[in-house]
């Protein structure tokens, strides 16, 4: 859990930069590399909570 917790934080330092590039350049490039990383992260984020929703549901108890 604590893997997954670093690479947010990395991930929302990373989109931060970007978006904080492109206000000091005004190259687009780092705008879309921001939001193409930030919808990978929102897509891998569902995918972990509806696997970890799942094994709450789906596991039969002993």
Known sequence: M???RLLAVLTLIAVAGGVV????TRNA???QLSWRLFRYALI???LVF???????VAVIPF
């Not at 590039?21 to 000091?24: G, R, S």
């Not at 509806?50 to 709450?56: A, G, M, P, V």
């Open 2 to 4: 604590w893997l997954l």
């Open 21 to 24: 590039c492109y206000l000091l």
């Open 29 to 31: 490039k780092y705008l």
């Open 44 to 46: 891998v984020a569902l």
């Open 50 to 56: 509806s696997l970890l929703i799942l094994e709450r």
